[in-house]
């Protein structure tokens, strides 16, 4: 398969076709709102893992990926916070919120592998996977209700009708990310273009099939974390490779491989 | 014949520009510009949620080179920071209403918004600390040049 940067960018770019028609309309400031409030959701139950040089770290390397990517800016831009749990898991918020578990965080090798994990967080941004699991009966309504509130010039709030089609269109996301997880097309696609960012950042976009490997020797079946919200590596896995199709591997100078590794180390050695 | 062809030329290069002076508005909190398309370009000047500029030069997918609000700031901003559509701030006038309905306006603070988030967080007893806490990691230019650069990583900035 041709895997010239080229041809990675027409996938990328057909992935965002196929979801164009999918694609909701709110307003980049509307989806920053959204994803703060399912990323307060999301930590309300869960305690943030406050190491400095770590959050430094993934950070940068978040940037450096979302910069590669079809979507390097959203309202608030994109963040990584990392949660202080042995769970293997990862949420990222409409917007750019992007939350890692230290379990997850472990099973990577090197920062190429971590390059992974964020490049596919990334990816459910850009696709905008998490506003889609809104109810279109939601979306409907809160448009109403927009209406409504332009309509009111003097006097007249609808901030309470408003605040419960907020409070359920956050619920439909949570629910889908903790619970039931993305569907198997989301997830594949994500992945897919994960590969583009990656290789067009300068990470060998083989290392993805690596993290997945590593998530298959990390996660356990029937599992309430992963398991229960991303399709069998083993099937992600073919479909990677399948793209790859023995792709030769990256040439990158050792001096750059020792930087990574060496700065990986120091930031997620505690991990 | 001369002046004809004077005519001829001043006509193409008239429609040129035309062809150009494209109206965008800036759909993010805010965005830098910068001296060339690339995110480790040079940053002349910073743009916010709603400004108005024109495009000058559209031949890159992935950025647009802008003119800002009051002429004078111009360079490279992503494409991913802004929209055809008008952002305005106030509503009120059916204008503004239609333009809403027609998908031409995108109504800045209006819908789900502060005063919702305000609301939903004193609804919920929700702590938005820690959000507001990882929306300040944000990494400089040169801290992600610098990365790029050590870890041997493309260095051109930006998808093109």
Redesign the interface.
């Known amino acids: 398969m041709d895997l010239s940067i080229g041809n990675l960018s027409a996938i990328g770019q057909g992935i965002q076709q196929t979801q164009a028609a999918e694609q909701t309309e709110f307003t980049p400031e509307q989806e920053y709102y959204i994803g703060r409030a399912v990323a307060a959701n999301l930590l309300s139950t869960r305690t943030v893992w406050d190491n400095a040089s770590a959050t430094s770290y993934v950070n940068v390397l978040e940037r450096a990926l979302a910069m590669y990517s079809d979507k390097p800016e959203t309202f608030g831009g994109y963040h990584v916070l990392i949660m202080d749990s042995d769970e293997i898991n990862a949420f990222s918020a409409p917007g750019g919120l992007i939350l890692v578990t230290r379990g997850l965080l472990r099973c990577a090798a090197n920062e190429d592998q971590v390059a992974a994990i964020l490049a596919h967080e990334t990816s459910h941004v850009v696709l905008e996977h998490g506003l889609n699991a809104i109810k279109q009966a939601r979306k409907t309504a809160a448009y109403r209700q927009l209406g409504i509130a332009v309509a009111n010039t003097a006097g007249g709030s609808n901030v309470q009708e408003l605040t419960d089609l907020f409070k359920d269109s956050i619920k439909d996301i949570t629910d889908t990310m903790v619970n039931n997880g993305y569907s198997r097309d989301l997830e594949l696609q994500a992945d897919q273009m994960a590969l583009v960012i990656m290789k067009r950042a300068g990470y060998d976009p083989r290392a993805f099939d690596d993290m997945l490997k590593s998530l298959g020797t990390h996660v356990k079946p029937g599992g309430l974390d992963f398991a229960k919200t991303h399709p069998d590596p083993k099937i992600r896995e073919a479909a990677v490779e399948k793209t790859l199709d023995d792709q030769p591997p990256l040439a990158v100078p050792a001096a750059a491989t020792a930087a990574r590794q060496a700065r990986w180390k120091a930031a997620l050695g505690s991990v | 014949m001369t002046k004809l062809r004077l005519l001829a030329a001043f006509l193409l290069l008239f429609a040129s520009v035309g062809a150009f002076a494209a109206e965008m508005s800036v ?3 805010q ?1 830098q510009v910068r001296d060339k398309p690339s ?1 480790l370009g040079r940053i002349l000047g910073v743009l916010s ?1 709603g400004d108005r500029v024109t495009v000058v030069d559209d031949s890159n997918k ?1 950025w647009l080179k802008v003119s800002g609000p009051d002429g004078k700031l111009t360079g490279w901003v ?1 494409a ?2 802004l929209t055809t559509k008008k952002i305005v701030l106030a ?2 006038s059916e204008n ?2 239609q333009g ?2 027609s ?1 031409e306006v ?12 305000q ?3 004193s ?2 007893k ?3 600390t ?2 507001d806490k ?2 300040t ?3 400089s230019t040169d ?2 040049a610098a ?2 650069q ?5 260095t051109s ?3 093109q």
């Not at chain 2, 995108?106 to 005063?115: H, P």
């Not at chain 2, 050590?150 to 493309?154: A, E, R, S, T, W």
């Open positions: 759909t993010v909190k965005t995110y949620y992935a992503s991913s920071a509503a009120g503004v209403q809403a309905s998908g995108a109504l800045a603070g209006k819908g789900f918004n502060e005063d919702v988030e609301k939903y967080k609804d919920g929700l702590d938005y820690w959000v990882m929306e990691y944000n990494p801290q992600v990365f790029l050590q870890g041997g990583l493309n900035g930006g998808a």
